[in-house]
């Protein structure tokens, strides 16, 4: 129980198109899912936190009108990178947590995206 | 300070060792606590929650001294498999806004 899945797996694209990556809890509710951020040899870097039906809430640094956030249902959130940088290339992960039970208490990590900005 | 810190490793030890990673946080009113594991170019996995009372997971021991706001990881006859980051992973509100230490590297050597 308690799987999160990610598409694209990876992508490559060309400086100043928009990317769009998809979050999905499988098997459980998330009223609440988080958009993280790690380049190499580096932690996980929380780039914003969503909560269905609601708009998202970004941490310090993190550009609102460049990662625009959906969070549209209790399974699905969705991240679109505007107008991508080289700078922008990095691994990008979402995390859900659930509604009730065993997915509450924590959360649950998607594979993650790799995005390179040619 | 950064609010979540562990030992900066890496740490290469011999299979059937014992190792002990330690991870210090800053915010007092800290009140979940997890380790993580991250293989490379692969996504965090939850290893195990961390409980006032301390917990152990076959292997697998963690402990926590909220006094001195210290996490402890005990990893006892070390498998090749258990090559990997070990994120300390603090959780500022039930739910939300987890933190990641900077992860600690473990390699276990034949």
């Known amino acids: 129980g308690a799987v999160v899945s990610q598409h694209p797996s990876w992508v490559i694209c060309k400086s100043g198109t928009s990317v769009k990556i998809e979050c999905r809890s499988l098997?459980?509710?998330?009223?609440?899912m988080f958009w993280y951020r790690q380049f190499p040899k580096q932690s996980l870097m929380l780039m914003a936190t969503?909560?269905?039906?609601?708009?998202?809430?970004?941490e310090q640094g993190v550009e609102k009108d460049k990662f625009l956030i959906n969070h549209a249902s209790l399974t699905l959130s969705t991240l679109t990178v505007t107008s991508a940088h080289p700078e922008d290339s990095s691994f990008y992960i979402c995390?859900?947590?659930?509604?009730?039970?065993?997915?509450?208490?924590?959360?649950?990590f998607g594979p993650g995206t790799r995005l390179l900005v040619l | 300070r950064k609010e979540v810190e562990q030992d900066p490793g890496p740490f290469n030890v011999p299979e059937g060792a014992t190792v002990a990673f330690n991870c210090t946080y800053s915010?007092?009113?800290?009140?979940?606590f997890f380790w993580y594991r991250q293989d490379c170019r692969k996504e965090p996995k939850l290893l195990m929650s961390?409980?006032?009372s301390g917990n152990e997971d076959g292997r697998f021991t963690a402990q926590l001294n909220r006094a001195s706001q210290y996490i402890s990881l005990l990893i006892r006859d070390s498998k090749l498999s258990d090559s990997a980051t070990y994120l300390c992973?603090?959780?500022?509100?039930?739910?939300?806004?987890?933190?990641f230490g900077p992860g600690t590297r473990l390699s276990v050597l034949p």
């Open positions: 995390s859900a947590r659930g509604v009730r039970g065993r997915t509450q208490e924590t959360q649950y």
């Open positions: 098997d459980f509710q998330a009223t609440t």
């Open positions: 969503s909560n269905e039906g609601s708009k998202a809430t970004y």
């Open positions: 915010n007092s009113a800290s009140q979940s």
């Open positions: 961390v409980y006032s």
């Open positions: 992973v603090v959780n500022r509100d039930y739910g939300q806004n987890f933190v």
